[in-house]
């Protein structure tokens, strides 16, 4: 278990120095939106200090995927890297769901059926991605060095893949919220914000691995598209690496289980683009 912690404390310096580096670069866009520094510090003022409201709801999200992150770890702890793959694609369908609750949208059946479709067409993929690299020396280490429990692995990647979709929506629902006129980079700024004072958090507590966000370019996916069209981007990401691995090392090959997947993702983004609703 040392060796666990001991790779956790590295991630969460990794993690938080992600974090002041997105928060950093979105502070720079902050700025040059305001005409001079002097009006780019009183924005920031008023925005921070003057609705203090506004930063706790931006606390939310950040703190779901800190929680969700610690699942993720118990949860990889417990199960079978291939059996972690399969069942955290069940975030997809629950960002559907959540999306129908907190945004009022509705999907169709054919829509329904491309959302199902690209969950088992990413499972397969990561499926065939985890089997490759299951022999590798240092998960057999790893492997070895933890007791497993697989229902608490299993409880655990549920309860991430709930408090995932939750916080994806959630900052959805922020970022196109009408009746604020809150800015994009401000609300990507109290993002990371409460994000670096988790992962720093994370830091003290030398165990837990805390993570707010993914990347700006998801917040940019999230303004003008949505939280399933972002699932759908990283499933074809996720296709093209393993494809430009192809090209690149000699040692990797694509097998029936991969290809079938990749298919059913390729399909699913068709038939989900094939109707409005």
Not at 222 to 238: P, T
């Amino acid at each position: 278990m040392s060796y666990i912690l001991h790779l956790l404390v590295r991630l969460c310096f990794v993690v938080f120095s992600s974090e002041c580096a997105k928060f950093l670069i979105t502070l720079f866009y902050v700025y040059a939106g305001s005409e001079t520094l002097q009006k780019g510090n009183e924005l920031i003022k008023f925005e921070f200090f003057s609705k203090p409201y506004e930063l706790v709801k931006m606390a939310v999200p950040s703190l779901a995927y800190a929680l969700q992150n610690n699942l993720d770890f118990v949860a990889l702890s417990n199960l079978d890297a291939s059996v972690y793959q399969v069942f955290s694609q069940l975030k997809i369908p629950f960002t559907a769901i959540f999306m129908m609750l907190f945004l009022r949208r509705q999907f169709s059946l054919r829509r329904w059926l491309a959302i199902f479709q690209l969950c088992v067409g990413l499972a397969l993929v990561e499926l065939d991605i985890s089997k490759f690299h299951k022999n590798s020396k240092e998960e057999n280490n790893l492997d070895n060095k933890i007791e497993r429990n697989s229902l608490t692995g299993l409880f655990c990647v549920f309860c991430a893949c709930i408090t995932s979709s939750f916080a994806g929506v959630y900052f959805e629902k922020m970022l196109k919220d009408g009746s604020s006129n809150t800015s994009f980079w401000i609300r990507n700024l109290q993002m990371y914000f409460c994000g670096v004072i988790s992962a720093l958090l994370g830091c003290f507590l030398k165990g837990l691995f805390f993570l707010s966000f993914g990347g700006i370019y998801i917040s940019l996916i999230m303004k003008h598209l949505d939280n399933l069209y972002k699932s759908f981007a990283s499933s074809l990401s996720i296709i093209m690496v393993v494809i430009f691995s192809l090209i690149i090392f000699d040692n990797y090959h694509v097998t029936f289980l991969f290809g079938f997947g990749a298919l059913l993702v390729c399909l699913s983004v068709i038939l989900y683009n094939s109707t409005e609703k």
